[in-house]
């Protein structure tokens, strides 16, 4: 069976992580042909500071942000190979280059410096584990996103060149009994400009990587047994489902289930490859499988939260209706940002619509907007989105809050709430 594996940053965030995935592929379970890994733990969230201290000239903040990473991912290397560590020597080489690109890319447009920057924290995860996995008798070969994976040149929500990338993963010719180890999240133009794949794009990359090898299975290992029927961590309640199929799985990962990356699954369907998604913790738990036929999870009902909303509520400027020209315009110009419409409320003078705040990426929308729209907007809110609900339900996590928004048809309901009056903590009525 030709397996491909997908692991997180969680699972190879530090040396005790990484020895345990050198174990689990070792002794515990089938080996992959084939592999792809995240950034270690926080990697990417300390990137983006880094970057935010590059574009705002702040020296000081800068060289400490690195000299931290750097820290991290030597001190990593030490504490697996020893004090006199040869994998250190690529690592120090691709922060090197990271520091350089800062250098060459400081004027750059925001999104083409995020991908020179963020992009490395899969090169030097991978460089550590292919290291790791090698001398823990695991045959590995590091092998280069950037050259496997084609994309045009949208930078932080790269669209792929389907018939390039299979081509060039086709290529790869694994020798014995070796796993092709490759990074997550990122490909590359074909002038070689490194790309990203959207945040936690790394899903994504395996199923990729799991089309173009005709692979039987990919498996995401996570630190969780599978999926749920809404965050455990925000549900107290939530339930593990044991299978569902891939259209109901693209319904909650579209409206902000966050097990799965939402571009993973289209790959998979073409050619029928189920997803099983397991733990690295319990190997022996009892995972959760998407596949192409139906089960308990696509009636069961499943919430999805999506914290610190804006609501857009946009008029025409001369008071005429809202028509479909208006509302194609409005969301061409959100999608030109990379912003996606998580609501849509349509009324006669206003088109409402619920999106992330990334301010990056707002901002020249706004603006764009501006020239032609009246617009209000709304912050600071939460957005409550439920799966094949019933009224005992709705009422129950309603709990009597200020509804800013909602929009219902027969299998969802979405409602738009004050932040400031919702929980931490929900909990499904028992």
């Known amino acids: 069976m030709l397996r491909v594996y997908k692991f997180g940053g969680t699972s190879i965030q530090d040396a005790e992580a990484i020895r345990h995935l ?3 592929l070792a002794e515990k379970v089938p080996r992959p042909r084939a592999m792809v890994a995240s950034a270690m733990g926080k990697t990417t969230n300390a990137l983006e ?14 060289r400490r942000r690195l000299a931290a990473i750097r820290d991290d991912h030597l001190g990593v290397a030490e ?18 280059e990271l520091d350089a690109a800062h250098r060459a890319h400081r004027q750059a447009p925001y999104p083409f410096h995020y991908d020179q920057t963020v992009g490395v924290g899969e090169l030097l995860s991978t460089t550590l584990v292919a290291a790791w996995l090698n001398q823990s008798g695991v045959p590995t070969r590091w092998c280069d996103a950037r050259e496997l994976i084609l994309t045009d040149d949208r930078h932080q929500a790269a669209n792929i ?12 010719a694994p020798t014995g009994d070796e796993v092709l180890l490759t990074q997550g999240f990122i490909g590359a133009t074909v002038d070689g400009a490194m790309t990203t794949l959207g945040r936690e794009g790394s899903d994504f990359s395996a199923a990729i990587l799991a089309e173009a090898l005709d692979a039987d299975e990919l498996t995401i290992w996570k630190d969780v047994p599978g999926l749920f029927n809404a965050d455990p961590r925000r549900f107290a309640n939530a339930r593990q489902i044991a299978r569902l199929s891939y259209a109901e799985a693209l319904e909650q990962t579209w409206h902000g289930a966050k097990v799965i990356h939402p571009r993973t699954l289209a ?4 050619r029928g490859i189920p997803l099983t998604v397991r733990s690295f913790l319990e190997p022996e738990a009892a995972p959760s499988i998407i596949g192409p036929e139906p089960g308990e999870g696509d009636t069961l009902p499943a919430c999805m939260l999506r914290d610190d909303q804006l609501l857009l509520e946009v008029s025409p400027s001369d008071g005429s209706f809202v028509d479909e020209a208006l509302m194609a315009e409005v969301l061409t110009r959100l999608a030109e940002a990379g912003l996606h419409a998580n609501l849509i409320d349509v009324e006669a003078l206003r088109l409402r619509l619920a999106v992330d705040h990334q301010p990056e990426r707002l901002a020249p929308a706004l603006e764009a907007l501006a020239e032609r729209f009246a617009m209000a907007r709304h912050d600071d809110l939460i957005l409550l989105t439920v799966r094949h609900p019933d009224e005992a339900l709705l009422d129950a996590l309603d709990g009597g809050r200020t509804r800013v928004a909602e929009r219902r048809n027969a299998t969802t309901a979405q409602r738009l709430y004050l932040a400031a009056e919702c929980p931490d903590s929900w909990r499904f009525p028992e």
């Open 79 to 96: 504490a697996l190979f020893g004090p006199s560590a040869a994998v250190a020597e690529p690592l120090a080489r691709l922060l090197d």
């Open 22 to 24: 050198g174990e689990l």
């Open 49 to 62: 500071a880094l970057l935010q201290a590059a574009r705002q000239d702040d020296a000081p903040a800068y």
């Open 161 to 172: 060149d389907w018939s390039a990338t299979w081509e060039r993963i086709a290529a790869l």
């Open 267 to 270: 790959p998979l369907q073409r």
